[in-house]
C-alpha cells in the first residue's frame, strides 16, 4: 500500500509544480502524446492511480485487482484533464482583443470627428461593444461610417470616412 500511497503524492507533488511552473512542464512532453497530454494530465492520472490503488487494495486485498482499477481511474481521470486542459489553450483568444487587429474594420462616427481632432466610434469586437477616440483626415458627421486604417495608440485610430454607395446607380 505505500508504494501506491507514494505514487498518489507524486501526483499530487506534480500538480503542484505544474501550477507553479505552468508550461516549462508541458515542453518536457511535446514529444509524447500531442497537445493531450500536459503535466497536468499526467499529475492527475498518477495521483489518482496511487489513491484509487490504496483505497482498493485497503478493500480487497489483491494487488493485482488494485493495479487494475489504479490504472482504470487514473486513466479516466488522466484523460479528462489532458482534454480540459487542452480546450482552456485553444479557447480564450478571440476574447482578447489587441487595438492593433482592428485595422480594416468598419465602425459608427458616435462623436463627431471635427478637422484636426477627435471624435468618438464604436464598432462590435469579439462580440463586445467597443468605444475609441478617432482621428480623420477632415471632418466626419456623426452616425457615418468609417473604416479604420491606422492605430494611433491603444484608444485611439486614424479612421478613413467610407463612401456612400447609390443604391440607384441609373438615373
Known amino acids: 500500500m505505500l508504494v501506491f500511497l507514494i505514487i498518489g503524492g507524486v501526483?499530487?507533488?506534480?500538480?503542484v509544480v505544474s501550477?507553479?511552473?505552468?508550461?516549462?512542464?508541458?515542453?518536457?512532453?511535446?514529444?509524447?502524446?500531442?497537445?493531450?497530454?500536459?503535466?497536468?494530465?499526467?499529475?492527475?492520472?498518477l495521483g489518482v492511480f496511487g489513491f484509487a490503488g490504496a483505497l482498493t487494495l485497503s478493500l480487497t486485498d489483491s494487488v493485482g485487482l488494485s493495479i487494475l482499477f489504479g490504472l482504470l481511474a487514473g486513466g479516466v481521470v488522466g484523460s479528462l484533464t489532458g482534454w480540459a486542459t487542452l480546450k482552456l489553450r485553444e479557447g480564450g483568444d478571440e476574447a482578447n482583443v489587441r487595438t492593433g487587429d482592428?485595422?480594416?474594420?468598419?465602425?459608427?462616427?458616435?462623436?463627431?470627428?471635427?478637422?484636426?481632432?477627435?471624435?468618438?466610434?464604436?464598432?462590435?469586437?469579439?462580440?463586445?461593444?467597443?468605444?475609441?477616440?478617432a482621428r480623420a483626415p477632415g471632418p466626419v458627421r456623426s452616425?457615418?461610417?468609417?473604416?479604420?486604417?491606422?492605430?494611433?495608440?491603444?484608444?485611439?485610430?486614424?479612421?478613413?470616412?467610407?463612401?456612400?454607395?447609390?443604391?440607384?446607380?441609373?438615373?
Open 19 to 45: 501550477l507553479l511552473l505552468g508550461e516549462v512542464l508541458d515542453g518536457l512532453f511535446d514529444g509524447i502524446g500531442g497537445d493531450l497530454f500536459s503535466g497536468a494530465a499526467l499529475a492527475g492520472f
Open 143 to 171: 452616425g457615418a461610417a468609417v473604416t479604420i486604417t491606422a492605430v494611433l495608440s491603444a484608444t485611439a485610430v486614424m479612421v478613413e470616412a467610407d463612401l456612400p454607395t447609390n443604391p440607384y446607380p441609373y438615373p
Open 102 to 133: 482592428l485595422v480594416g474594420s468598419k465602425a459608427s462616427v458616435v462623436t463627431a470627428i471635427p478637422e484636426g481632432g477627435y471624435g468618438e466610434i464604436t464598432l462590435v469586437v469579439a462580440g463586445h461593444i467597443t468605444r475609441l477616440n
Open 11 to 15: 501526483g499530487i507533488a506534480l500538480l
